[in-house]
T-cell receptor, first 113, second 113 residues
Framework: AQSVAQPEDQVNVAEGNPLTVKCTYSVSGNPYLFWYVQYPNRGLQFLLKYITGDNLVKGSYGFEAEFNKSQTSFHLKKPSALVSDSALYFCAVSRGGFQKLVFGTGTRLLVSP | DAGVIQSPRHEVTEMGQEVTLRCKPISGHDYLFWYRQTMMRGLELLIYFNNNVPIDDSGMPEDRFSAKMPNASFSTLKIQPSEPRDSAVYFC???????????FGSGTRLTVV
């Protein structure tokens, strides 16, 4: 069975500073990895995914994530945070070729002005 | 495309009543998922369908919950009888291979009093 761990309930960062939201995963076989963002009273929105290829994946709104197979990690990053990035971020994993996505518990990102 | 459409957006019902949540997936997507989100348990996969056939319903909490997908453009999640602990936000999502990413609806906020 696959699982995802997001070790931080909340990440605080000042606007303009780089941000990192951590994610580690466990899955048998090749992982498909995803990041989603949820704004208040909204559904989850897709940010980016890793299926294969380059370990650095670029996504929406200037976010990127780095796949590290040896550390089984897929941390979300952004070089310069915006106040509008404040939201709940979810990491998710599926076993390659299968559709069932398992989500982490989410990390709340708070960007202060 | 209008995205994944869920109705109603909000539902308040009394304990013991039947509740039906509805979902219209994105046209052409052959996978449909029902998730429940609560503060305590995060995002839980309840059930998912492939080509209108239920594939995995192991997340359905108990027999009070049932889901159907009579055709490719419509699914329902029914709770009968409803209980206060069913209060949550219920999300529907759809996807298609090979991308693997989900598109979520805006959710139905269910309150059982």
């Amino acid at each position: 069975a696959q699982s995802v761990a997001q070790p931080e309930d909340q990440v605080n960062v000042a606007e303009g500073n780089p941000l990192t939201v951590k994610c580690t995963y466990s899955v048998s076989g090749n992982p498909y990895l995803f990041w989603y963002v949820q704004y208040p009273n909204r559904g989850l929105q897709f940010l980016l995914k890793y299926i294969t290829g380059d370990n650095l994946v670029k996504g929406s709104y200037g976010f990127e994530a780095e796949f590290n197979k040896s550390q089984t990690s897929f941390h979300l990053k952004k070089p310069s945070a915006l106040v509008s990035d404040s939201a709940l971020y979810f990491c998710a994993v599926s076993r390659g070729g299968f559709q069932k996505l398992v989500f982490g518990t989410g990390t709340r990102l708070l960007v202060s002005p | 495309d209008a995205g994944v459409i869920q109705s109603p957006r909000h539902e308040v019902t009394e304990m013991g009543q039947e509740v039906t949540l509805r979902c219209k997936p994105i046209s052409g997507h052959d996978y449909l998922f029902w998730y429940r989100q609560t503060m305590m348990r995060g995002l839980e996969l309840l059930i998912y369908f492939n080509n209108n056939v239920p594939i995995d319903d192991s997340g359905m909490p108990e027999d009070r919950f049932s889901a159907k997908m009579p055709n490719a453009s419509f699914s329902t999640l029914k709770i009968q009888p409803s209980e206060p602990r069913d209060s949550a936000v219920y999300f529907c999502a759809s996807s298609s291979l090979p991308s693997g990413g989900y598109t979520f609806g805006s959710g139905t906020r269910l309150t059982v009093v």
